[in-house]
């Protein structure tokens, strides 16, 4: 197992594109999550899948972006209409519930997006 | 609600000086903490983490401690080296809120020869 992939490594698109990032978690893991960084911050929660069901988004998740996880495996993040706002580091991390209920997240290297 | 601040950065040490990173936090609950490091170009790795009060979590010689009393998890290294150079964050979990990461901004660590 090679960890958490994710695609494209960077994404430059138009203003008003859409656009599509795919991550590809650890086989075993049933938790997968999406983040968002932006310059000199922390990552900021999005959404998160337990298996297939998308059990929570984040108010940063505005009515365009979407997240997939069919089959509760890969998960796929599009974002409608890009913004310049849009522009920052999407991160995607998986785990597995542990016997103490707690989750240790591994991360991806990310998608960088820049929206010009 | 559910926060975590760290002290700003950038932290610049020279080699083999003593590393502390403060980091305090806010939640509704009984949090998980935790310490990621993001090295250069490299995506975030968990350093360490504890899980509850008086708990130390450790690896690679750092070191942070869950003090429920000063919600604080500050991490320590006695001795730092120049591959030590990254920006560190501090985060929390609650594992009724799905395990969900809440981060503070990062602090920029630069250790010189």
């Known amino acids: 197992d090679t960890g958490v992939s994710q695609d494209p490594r960077h994404k430059i698109t138009k203003r008003g594109q859409n656009v599509t990032f795919r991550c590809d978690p650890i086989?075993?893991?049933?938790?997968l999550y999406w983040y968002r960084q932006t310059l000199g911050q922390g990552p900021e929660f999005l959404t998160y899948?337990?298996?297939?069901?998308?059990?929570?988004k984040s108010r940063l998740l505005s009515d365009r972006f979407s997240a997939e996880r069919p089959k509760g495996s890969f998960s796929t993040l599009e974002i409608q209409r890009t913004e310049q706002g849009d522009s920052a580091m999407y991160l995607c991390?998986?785990?597995?519930?542990?016997?103490?209920?707690?989750?240790?997240?591994?991360f991806g290297q990310g998608t960088r997006l820049t929206v010009v | 609600g559910n926060s975590v601040t760290q002290m700003e950065g950038p932290v610049t040490l020279s080699e083999e000086a003593f590393l502390t990173i403060n980091c305090t936090y806010t939640a509704t609950g009984y949090p998980s903490l935790f310490w990621y490091v993001q090295y250069p170009g490299e995506g975030l790795q968990l350093l360490l983490k504890?899980?509850?009060?008086?708990d130390k979590g450790s690896n690679k010689g750092f070191e942070a401690t869950y003090r429920k009393e000063t919600t604080s998890f500050h991490l320590e290294k006695g001795s730092v080296q120049v591959s030590d150079s990254a920006v560190y964050f501090c985060a929390l979990s609650l594992y009724n809120q799905g395990g969900k990461l809440i981060f503070g901004q990062g602090t920029e660590l630069s250790v010189k020869p």
């Open positions: 899948f337990q298996n297939e069901a998308q059990l929570e």
């Open positions: 504890a899980t509850k009060a008086d």
């Open positions: 991390a998986s785990g597995m519930v542990g016997p103490d209920m707690n989750t240790e997240a591994f």
């Open positions: 086989s075993e893991h049933n938790r």
